[in-house]
């Protein structure tokens, strides 16, 4: 009786455990995208200062341009910042859904523990008890004789 709710309390650790891996999983595709989104978006900003510099060189800005340029270059800025936010909160979201995955799975592995050592307890009485039952019937037998 005892080593079947041990068994339905393994099986919903196990469960937990997997729920923690899929929200895990999740969590780190979320944070790979946004990583890529924050690459993009500096690659944009170094694309930006490259044709700052060249229209520079070459002498072809006005004053419309360079306020354009820099008006640009602020906002992207301000995107890289938000973006850098968003992978923080996302990195720490990782941090605490891996810390939650290794409890389950520890707590998975104290109920296989306390399962194994039930079913061997519960082994060990049913070998007690056959060999009470063996003996007995040997006594008996040979108190007959």
Known sequence: MLSKRISKLLQ???YTKDICEAEL???LSSLDMEKKRLLSIEKEIEETIKRYDKCQQEGLFNIQDLEFLIDYLFSLNEKAKKQKRV???LAIDV???TEKLLEAHKEKQMV???YDKLIKEEN???EKHEQKEQD???LYNKSRL
């Open 12 to 14: 919903l650790k196990e």
């Open 124 to 126: 060990k009485s049913s």
């Open 87 to 89: 992978i923080d909160r």
């Open 136 to 138: 007995l019937n040997f």
């Open 112 to 114: 296989e523990i306390m």
């Open 95 to 97: 941090q605490k859904k």
């Open 25 to 27: 999983k999740k969590a």
